[in-house]
């Protein structure tokens, strides 16, 4: 079965300063990833995904992860946090068929920025 | 496009009465997908469709839950009788045929249940 480790349940950083969520998978094939962001009161929004290609993915607002199967993490970074990025954050890992097409969520990692 | 639209974006019920949750997927969307959001159990998938066919209601918790699908532009979640414990956070999503690394998920903004 698949699952998602968020090893991080609540994280604070600085404005301007640089971010990393930590996100594991366990998975028995070539997952699909993803990143979510939902900020208070609202739906998940996609971030950023990967499925195949180059191992570093550029995402909407300037988030950036990067999967590494050696170590089954796919972690979302960015390299100077707005105030705005306030919000909890979701990883995802997904099959790839299409019969077993449902994902996976990570319990979240709240982001607080201070000023 | 409107994206995924769910109704009523709150609701707060009484113990005992029948809950109807509502939501209507993109246009040309094949998958449906229902969510249940608690603090302590995070996002739970209840039931899945595809092509307005149930295909894995494994996480639905009870019979007191159930789904429909009755057309491609329509999905409820019905919850009776409703209790306390159902007080969450429920989520649908859609996404179309064409894969899932290609397209993930695009959620609606939820229904906020308060069973009182």
């Known amino acids: 079965a698949q699952s998602v480790t968020q090893p991080d349940i609540h994280i604070t950083v600085s404005e301007g300063a640089s971010l990393e969520l930590r996100c594991n998978y366990s998975?028995?094939?070539?997952?699909?990833l993803f990143w979510y962001v939902q900020s208070p009161g609202q739906g998940l929004q996609l971030l950023l995904k990967y499925f195949s290609g180059d191992t570093l993915v550029q995402g909407i607002k300037g988030f950036e992860a990067e999967f590494k199967r050696s170590q089954s993490s796919f972690n979302l970074r960015k390299p100077s946090v707005h105030w705005s990025d306030a919000a909890e954050y979701f990883c995802a890992v997904g099959a790839n068929t299409g019969t077993a097409s449902k994902l996976t969520f990570g319990t979240g990692t709240r982001l607080q920025v201070t000023l | 496009d409107a994206g995924v639209i769910q109704s009523p974006r709150h609701e707060v019920t009484e113990m005992g009465q029948e809950v109807t949750l509502r939501c209507k997927p993109i246009s040309g969307h094949d998958y449906l997908f229902w969510y249940r959001q608690t603090m302590m159990r995070g996002l739970e998938l209840l039931i899945y469709f595809n092509n307005n066919v149930p295909i894995d209601d494994s996480g639905m918790p009870e019979d007191r839950f159930s789904a429909k699908m009755p057309n491609a532009s329509f999905s409820t979640l019905k919850i009776q009788p409703s209790e306390p414990r159902d007080s969450a956070v429920y989520f649908c999503a859609s996404r179309p045929q064409t894969g899932l690394g290609v397209s993930g998920y695009t959620f609606g903004s939820g229904t906020r249940l308060t069973v009182v």
């Open positions: 998975y028995g094939a070539t997952p699909y």
